[in-house]
């Protein structure tokens, strides 16, 4: 199966043109080494995917025959991912909800004051 096309089946991408993109992009890397679109993956070979500055790792177990379920995908493929990487996912989930809970909409003058004082302190 091309390279492309599987990591759209075990959906790593929404589309197979995007999957196509960041392969050209040299984003994506079968055995180590980077690769085509065109390259033909089978059971047994390693892909690592860079992705929202995350390298995720996996192995191949076996071949789809066409895009397959969120829920089927671990019959296909085995995740191999450093726990470092995870970790960096983590910390950029967190960071990006710190200030404000999901839901409050924009910061309020209050907000902007408080938020004005904390980083630079005004002199009046």
């Known amino acids: 199966m091309r390279l492309d096309k599987f990591l759209w089946c075990v959906r790593y991408f929404k589309t197979r043109s995007i999957a ?3 392969v050209k992009k040299n984003r994506v890397k079968v055995n180590g080494e980077t690769a085509k679109s065109s390259r033909e993956v089978g059971p047994a070979d390693t ?4 992705k ?6 996996f192995e191949i177990l076996q071949l789809p025959e066409s895009r397959i379920g969120a829920k089927l995908v671990t019959l296909y493929i085995v995740d191999r991912t450093p726990k470092e990487e995870m970790d960096k996912l983590e910390l950029k989930k967190l960071s990006r909800d710190y200030y404000r809970a999901k839901g409050e909409g924009r910061p309020t003058k209050k907000d902007r004051r408080d ?6 302190g005004e002199d009046e």
């Open 20 to 22: 196509a993109d960041e």
């Open 47 to 50: 892909v690592t995917v860079r």
């Open 52 to 57: 929202n500055q995350i390298d995720y790792s």
């Open 115 to 120: 938020l004005d004082e904390f980083i630079g």
